[in-house]
């Protein structure tokens, strides 16, 4: 049996914390190295087959391209390599990518040919909130049935963890009891260039945050063509080994501490209009296990390898 190693740099973080535990237990992974973030290419040993970023997005730029050059394979669990070209990642995350091209040569991590993520020399992991939009709107959109134009008006809360471990006014106790905070609304928010890379829709999006650990839930609607029907709806394929359908929406209570994504669809024929609810973890589906089932693409293993 084929073992790996791989080191997570970010590990003191909520999702690489969450990809470590993983890791360790995984059949096929020998290794896991779990060195200091401020130690950078030096923390990473030489003989290390994989690499999972779990930074901020500025590190996790200047790390991916001299770890693909060095023949390490990445999956990046950061934004960084999630826009696809230059202009949008400055629009979406307020710096210039100091490697502009691995831009082009980052392999998106949802929805892709497993021939290309067995290829791929640097994945760059969805974002939480773009997970649970693509996980619904995916299977839409390969089948045909968006309007043409469709505007998708899309709400999504998290729970606080998706801010990251380190406290601002905004993560502290007082300000999220008892409270829901919006932010990054209608077009702000860093997660809307990967959706709409992916499929034909304009995106109008709340995200809030939510007075919980963990856990998302993302409720929407689009329209579609004339002709759609529930039964078509029903009849749409898994995306993925951990897509699931539910018969109801989905609670977040249902996929906590899981890497499963439940996904909704019902059908307002009045007017032709899609409503989708998706509930994911934000820590689990949403980053760490999402990353370790591309990682198991990568390595041609079952993607629910160590992950069930």
Not at 43 to 51: F, H, T, Y
Not at 57 to 70: N, S, T
Not at 168 to 197: C, G, I, S, W
Not at 235 to 246: G, I, K, V
């Amino acid at each position: 049996m084929a073992t790996y190693r791989v080191c997570i740099v970010g590990a003191s973080g909520y999702s690489g914390a969450e990809a470590a535990q993983l890791l360790r237990r995984h059949p096929n992974v020998a290794r896991v190295d779990t060195p200091e973030s401020s130690a950078g290419m030096a923390g990473i040993a030489a003989d290390i087959d994989a690499v999972l970023l779990a930074t901020p997005a500025e590190v996790a730029a200047d790390m991916a391209a001299p770890l693909v050059e060095r023949g390490i394979r990445v999956v990046d669990i950061s934004g960084a390599h999630r826009a696809g070209n230059a202009d949008a990642h400055r629009a979406s995350y307020g710096f210039d990518h100091p490697h502009p091209e691995m831009l082009a040569q980052a392999v998106y991590g949802l929805g892709a040919p497993a021939a290309n993520l067995a290829n791929a020399r640097l994945i760059a992991n969805p974002g939480c909130y773009a997970n649970g939009m693509l996980s619904a709107l995916l299977p839409v959109a390969r089948a045909q049935f968006l309007a043409a134009n469709a505007v998708a008006d899309v709400t999504g809360i998290s729970g606080v963890s998706g801010a990251g471990k380190k406290p601002t006014d905004r993560t502290h106790f007082m300000a999220v009891a008892e409270n829901l905070m919006p932010y990054k609304t209608l077009r702000a928010h860093q997660h809307l260039v990967e959706v709409e890379r992916a499929v034909p829709v304009r995106l109008l999006f709340v995200p809030l945050v939510a007075p919980l650990r963990r856990g998302m839930l993302i409720s929407g609607s689009v329209p579609l063509r004339d002709g759609v029907t529930q039964a078509d709806l029903d009849a749409l394929s898994p995306l993925d080994a951990f897509w699931r359908r539910s018969a109801s929406a989905p609670d977040v209570h249902s996929v906590a501490h899981t890497p499963w994504i439940s996904v909704h669809y019902a059908l307002d024929a009045a007017s032709q209009r899609l409503l989708f609810v998706t509930a994911l973890d934000n820590l689990s589906r949403g980053a760490a296990t999402h990353a370790i089932a591309n990682l198991n693409c990568m390595w041609q293993l079952p993607e629910t390898t160590g992950l069930n």
